[in-house]
């Protein structure tokens, strides 16, 4: 089993840039697959970054090229890097691994005001 657990977050003006973080313990060895979902109210959650173990990333179109997923093996922790916010990326923000099950973080908040 993998654990979870997300910081960052908060409240940014529009054009500003937040990090997330999100470190695993447990059976990390394992994960295939780890990334970034969002949430807004009660909708269905949508992916926003994902990256494989080796190091293959995507990224859905709203955050292309504003968002970066990355990793820091020694820490067993996985980031995303937004830059140039903007209202709609206001979101409850989840990190996910994916061993034969996923395994889904806290979730974080975050705002961003216009």
């Known amino acids: 089993q993998v654990q979870l657990v997300q910081s960052g977050g908060g409240l940014v003006q529009a054009g500003g840039s937040l990090n997330l973080s999100c470190t695993a313990s447990g059976s990390i060895s394992n994960i295939q697959l780890m990334g970034w979902y969002r949430q807004v109210g009660d909708k269905e959650r949508e992916a926003v970054a994902r990256?494989?173990?080796?190091?293959?990333?995507d990224y859905s179109e709203s955050v292309e090229g504003r968002f970066t997923i990355a990793k820091d093996s020694a820490k067993s922790t996985q980031y995303l890097l937004m830059t140039n916010l903007k209202p709609e990326d206001t979101a409850i923000y989840y990190c996910?691994?994916?061993?034969?099950?996923?395994?889904w973080g806290q979730g974080t908040q975050v705002t961003v005001s216009s």
């Open positions: 996910f691994t994916f061993t034969d099950i996923t395994t």
């Open positions: 990256q494989t173990s080796r190091g293959m990333t």
